[in-house]
C-alpha cells in the first residue's frame, strides 16, 4: 500500500472515531432534551387543566369538563388521561392509541422515550376533590429525535466528504514529490539518471528529493567517468594519435581473433598499403606535410572500408597501413583493393605527385597463421610495386571456388529442404551451470562437404539472404522450445541486414507475439556493430522483444570506442566481450585492466557481461577473478546438434 493511501486511511480512521463519537454524543443530548422538554410539558399541562377543572368540579357540570379535557386530549400529545373522585370514582377516561409514525421500530427500540406522566390533585377550598392523572405520548418527541438524528447524520456526512477530499487533495499535492522520486529511482534502475526539478517546500520532503537528485548525478558522473577511462585506455593500447586508426598491436589482436572466429569469422582479406617513397615526401614538405598526407590516406580508407562489416583499419608501421575484411570473398576484397587505387591516385594528382602508395591483397581462411598471412600479404605487395604506382596485386585463392547462382541454389535448396543443421554451444555461468545456448548453422555442399561458416555467412550476406535466413532460423527454433525438445533457453544470432530491416522487425514482433511460450526463452545476440549503426532501430527492437518477454545480448563489445557511451541508452539484458580481448587474457594485464573496467560499468548498469572463445583454463580463471558472469568457449564445450 501506498504512502498516500495509508495516511488517508489513517485519517479516515481518525475521521470516523470523531464522526461516530460527536454523532453519538448529539443524538443523546438531544434525546435527553425531548424527554426534559416532554417531562416539564406533561406537568405544565396537568396543573393547567387542574386549576381549570376547579369551579366546574364545585358544580359537578361534567360535561363542561368532558369539553376541556377533550380539547386539551385532542391535540394527539398525550397517550392518556384520566380524572376520578378522591373516593377512586372514574369520572373522565381518555386513551390513545395512535402508533408512531415515520419512525423506525429499531430507532425506537434503539433510543427509548420512557413516557412522561404528571398527577395533580383538584381542590374546591380546603378539601380535596379530585384526582388528575396525565400521561404523554413519545409520538411527537420519536418523530422530532428521528428528523434531528437525520439532519445530523448528513450535515455530518457532507462535513467528512469535504474534509476527506480535502485532505486526500492535499496530501497528494504535499506526498506529489515522492511519486517524482519513485520514478526517478524506477529510471535510475533503467539506467537513465533524471533530476527531479521540482523540490518541494515540506523540509522533511525537500531532503529527500535533494538527496535523491544529488545521488542520481553522482551515479551519473561516475558511470561517465568509468566510462571515459575506458575509453581513454582502450584508445592508448590499440589505436594510433595521429590517424585514429588502430595501432599495429591491437589490429593483430584483432587479426588472430578473426582467424580463430570458427563460427562468425574464420574467412576474408587482408590488404597492405605502403606509401612510397615516404621518406623523401618528408623532406621535400616537412614533418607537418608527411602528417597530413598519413591523415589524409587514413580518411581515404576508412571512408573506403566503412560499407564493410567489421572491416578494421590500422596503421601498422610509420608509413604502413593494413585493412582487415571479415567474411569478405576474393571478388569484394578485389573490388576493394580497386577503389583503393583510384582514390589514391585521386589523391595523388591533388598533392601535384605521380604516386604515393601500392597495394597487396591476400585471402585468408580460418586458422591460417599470423606469420604466413603477414608473408603472403608482403609478397603480394612487392608484386604491386612492379605494376605501378597506386596500383595493386592480389595474391590467387581458390577459396570462393563456385558463382554467385551457385550459392543461391545451394542456400535457398537448404532452407526450403530443411536440410540445414542447428547446433548449440553453452554460455556457461560462473557456477558452471548453463546460462542459455547460443545456436549456430551449419551448411553442407552439393559433394556433402560441410562448408565452413565464415565462407557460408559471407555469401550469405553477399547475396542479401540473411534476412530469410535468420527467418528461418528463427521458426525451427521456435518449433523446438514449443514442442519441449528443448528446455533451455536458446540465443539466435541476428543479422545486421536484418536489425537494420523494419519489414523483418515487424515480422519478429509478430512472430513473437503469436508464440509468447518460445519467446521468453528466446535471446537475441546483434552485434555491436549493427546496434551501434543505426540506434533509433535498435532501441525499437530491444522494446519488442523485452515486451515478448526475451533478452537482448550485444555481441563483439569493445570493437567501437562508441559502444560505451551507449550502454545506458540501451536495454541490454548482457554484452559478449569481443574475443579480440579475451583470448590469452592471463597473459595482457592491460587488457586485463580494461576488462576490468568495462565489467565494472556494465555491473553498475545491472548488464551482466560474457566473455567469448575462452580456450584455456588460465584465461578462465583470470576471467573469473575479474568478476565475469558467464564465459563460452571450446573449453567448455564444442558445438552439439540440437535435439
Not at 453 to 477: E, Q
Request: aromatic content about 6%; charged content about 20%; some cysteine.
Amino acid at each position: 500500500m501506498t504512502l498516500s493511501r495509508q495516511l488517508i486511511t489513517l485519517i479516515l480512521t481518525v475521521f470516523l472515531l470523531i464522526f461516530s463519537g460527536t454523532f453519538w454524543i448529539s443524538v443523546e443530548n438531544t434525546r435527553s432534551y425531548l424527554m426534559d422538554q416532554l417531562a416539564t410539558q406533561t406537568q405544565n399541562s396537568a396543573s393547567s387543566l387542574g386549576v381549570s377543572l376547579i369551579p366546574h368540579m364545585k358544580k359537578k357540570d361534567i360535561a363542561t369538563m368532558n369539553t376541556m379535557v377533550n380539547a386539551l386530549f385532542d391535540s394527539g400529545y398525550y397517550q392518556s388521561l384520566s380524572i376520578t373522585s378522591i373516593s377512586g370514582e372514574v369520572l373522565i377516561q381518555r386513551q390513545n392509541n395512535r402508533m408512531i409514525a415515520g419512525v423506525p421500530e429499531w430507532f425506537i427500540n434503539r433510543l427509548p422515550l420512557q413516557a412522561a406522566s404528571a398527577e395533580t390533585m383538584i381542590t374546591t377550598g380546603w378539601s380535596q376533590a379530585g384526582r388528575l392523572q396525565l400521561v404523554a405520548h413519545p409520538g411527537f418527541a420519536y418523530q422530532k429525535l428521528w428528523q434531528t438524528t437525520l439532519e445530523i447524520f448528513w450535515w455530518s456526512m457532507i462535513a467528512f466528504m469535504i474534509a476527506l477530499i480535502g485532505t486526500t487533495l492535499i496530501l497528494r499535492t504535499i506526498l506529489k514529490p515522492l511519486d517524482d522520486v519513485e520514478r526517478q529511482a524506477d529510471a535510475i534502475c533503467n539506467r537513465e539518471f533524471p533530476i527531479v526539478e521540482r523540490v518541494p517546500g515540506t523540509r522533511e520532503l525537500r531532503r529527500v528529493v535533494e538527496a535523491m537528485n544529488r545521488l542520481s548525478i553522482k551515479v551519473k558522473s561516475s558511470i561517465n567517468s568509468l566510462t571515459e577511462r575506458a575509453e581513454i585506455m582502450r584508445r592508448e593500447a590499440n589505436f594510433d594519435d595521429l590517424t585514429g586508426l588502430m595501432n599495429r598491436r591491437g589490429f593483430l589482436a584483432s587479426l588472430e581473433h578473426n582467424l580463430k572466429d570458427r563460427e562468425h569469422t574464420g574467412c576474408g582479406a587482408l590488404l597492405l598499403i605502403r606509401l612510397s617513397h615516404f621518406s623523401d615526401y618528408n623532406k621535400q614538405h616537412g614533418f607537418q606535410g608527411g602528417d597530413d598526407l598519413l591523415i589524409a590516406v587514413a580518411s581515404l580508407i576508412n571512408t573506403l572500408s566503412a560499407p564493410y562489416l567489421n572491416a578494421t583499419t590500422a596503421r601498422s608501421k610509420g608509413a604502413e597501413f593494413s585493412v582487415m575484411l571479415p567474411m569478405a570473398i576474393t571478388e569484394d576484397a578485389v573490388e576493394f583493393a580497386e577503389q583503393c587505387s583510384s582514390a589514391l591516385t585521386e589523391l595523388s594528382a591533388s598533392l601535384g605527385v605521380d604516386g604515393i602508395a601500392h597495394i597487396g591483397l591476400v585471402p585468408f581462411q580460418h586458422d591460417e597463421s599470423i606469420p604466413s598471412l603477414l608473408s603472403h600479404a608482403d609478397t603480394a605487395l612487392a608484386s604491386a610495386l612492379h605494376q605501378g604506382l597506386n596500383s595493386y596485386f592480389c595474391s590467387a585463392n581458390d577459396s570462393d571456388a563456385g558463382s554467385s547462382q551457385a550459392w543461391e541454389r545451394l542456400i535457398n535448396s537448404a532452407m526450403e529442404n530443411n536440410t540445414i543443421r542447428l547446433l548449440s554451444q553453452p554460455i556457461m555461468n560462473s557456477d558452471n551451470s548453463p546460462l542459455y545456448r547460443e545456436t549456430v548453422i551449419r551448411i553442407q555442399d552439393e559433394g556433402g562437404q560441410e562448408i565452413a561458416p565464415g565462407t557460408f555467412a559471407a555469401m550469405a550476406d553477399r547475396l542479401a539472404l540473411n534476412r530469410d535466413l535468420d527467418c528461418h532460423v528463427i521458426k525451427r527454433v521456435t518449433d523446438l522450445l514449443e514442442s519441449g525438445r528443448q528446455t533451455q533457453p536458446l540465443a539466435i544470432n541476428l543479422s545486421t541486414r536484418s536489425v537494420h530491416h523494419r519489414a523483418f522487425i515487424g515480422w519478429l514482433e509478430s512472430h513473437l507475439q503469436a508464440h509468447p511460450t518460445a519467446a521468453s526463452n528466446m535471446l537475441f545476440e546483434i552485434s555491436e556493430h549493427a546496434m551501434l549503426e543505426r540506434l533509433d532501430i535498435s532501441e525499437q527492437l530491444i522494446g519488442l522483444i523485452h515486451a515478448a518477454g526475451g533478452k537482448v545480448v550485444m555481441e563483439h563489445f569493445g570493437r567501437k570506442l562508441s559502444a560505451f557511451q551507449t550502454l545506458s541508452q540501451l536495454k541490454l539484458d548482457y554484452i559478449k566481450l569481443d574475443g579480440s580481448y579475451v583470448r590469452n587474457i592471463s597473459e595482457n594485464s592491460d587488457n586485463r585492466f580494461f576488462l576490468q573496467t568495462i565489467i565494472d560499468i556494465a555491473h553498475g548498469l545491472d548488464i551482466q557481461v560474457i566473455a567469448e572463445h575462452v580456450e584455456s583454463d588460465a584465461d578462465r580463471e583470470s576471467l573469473q577473478s575479474l568478476g565475469i558472469n558467464a564465459m563460452q568457449g571450446y573449453l567448455f564445450e564444442a558445438p552439439t546438434a540440437l535435439a
